[in-house]
């Protein structure tokens, strides 16, 4: 991957929002393997989810990795932003893009121009018609946090573009809201990310994306297009994949399976 995408990846990233998915809520949407024990599980994109903590607790060897673990202030002041719902309620009220990029408040320095509005918008509708509930996702982030705290870290700084384990370790790999909606915004970080998950992944271990894209849906076009691309080319390499419901939701998942 050359240096421009690394550079744009990073923008994604840090104009992206960290948010706490637990065990419960993080069944619904994707279909973990029944039996956990001994295998090697990767979370693309964790942020303070406790899936990992869940998963270790039952013999898997649970790892995340994310882009803000490299700065657990960064990942604290982002999660807490988005959970205290302020965030969700004025998206959805805001009118217009100045408005949103007002309310979003960018940190200094950040290039507001790169900011993808359809994005925060498509997020914020996400989140009102998914089954993942605010209270549930507060219990999570606190629990992420003391564990943290108590020295339990089975968390990776890194991008999903490199992932920072060999070829042919992982048993599952699963992304919850973020190589969707974020890096799908750009195709060739999105492509890249799904080549990184097929290297380090054993033959028959699967990746599962939520949400995948739906084409009916709010999601706008140049990412129905990205997503689209990125199936041709599963089709074109033979590499066997599923878009499919999922429990209680109506956004589809996608299911990709290592030859
Ligand atoms: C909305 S959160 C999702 C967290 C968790 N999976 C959940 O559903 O609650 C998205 C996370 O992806 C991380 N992220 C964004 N771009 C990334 C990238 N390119 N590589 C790794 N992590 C990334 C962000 O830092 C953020 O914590």
Redesign the pocket.
């Known amino acids: 991957m050359n240096d421009r995408l690394i550079y744009q990846?990073k923008d994604?990233?840090d104009n992206?929002?960290?948010?706490?998915?637990g065990f419960e809520a993080a069944q619904q949407v994707v279909e973990f393997p029944k039996n956990l024990e001994g295998l090697t599980i990767l979370?693309?994109?964790?942020?303070?989810?406790t899936v990992t903590l869940e998963l270790t607790g039952r013999e898997a060897k649970a790892i995340a990795?994310?882009?803000?673990y490299g700065n657990i202030v960064d990942?604290r002041s982002?999660v807490d932003r988005y959970l205290s719902g302020d965030l969700r309620e004025k998206i959805s009220e805001a009118q217009d893009e100045q408005s949103l990029k007002i309310i979003l408040a960018p940190p200094p320095g950040t290039n507001t121009k790169s900011w993808p509005i359809s994005i925060i918008r498509a997020w914020a509708e996400l989140k009102e018609s998914t089954a993942i509930d605010t209270a549930m996702?507060n219990l999570s982030n606190i629990r992420f946090f003391a564990a943290y705290q108590r020295g339990q870290r089975p968390y990776v700084a890194?991008?999903?573009?490199h992932l920072p384990f060999a070829d042919n370790s992982v048993d599952f790999c699963f992304?919850?809201?973020?190589m969707v909606p974020?890096?799908v915004q750009n195709r060739a970080?999105f492509i890249q990310?799904i080549i990184e998950a097929l290297r380090v992944l054993k033959p028959k271990g699967q990746l599962q994306i939520y949400p995948w894209v739906d084409q009916n849906s709010y999601f706008p076009q140049d990412i129905k297009q990205n997503a689209s691309y990125a199936l041709s080319l599963l089709r074109k390499e033979e590499v066997p994949f599923l878009v499919e419901t999922t429990s209680q939701d109506s956004l589809p998942r996608l299911r990709i399976t290592k030859p």
Do not use: K, M
């Not at 992206?16 to 998915?21: K, N």
């Not at 890194?158 to 573009?161: D, I, L």
């Open positions: 990846e994604i990233a992206s929002f960290s948010s706490s998915i979370d693309i994109g964790g942020g303070t989810s990795i994310d882009y803000r990942l982002s996702e890194g991008t999903a573009s992304s919850i809201r973020c974020f890096l970080v990310s």
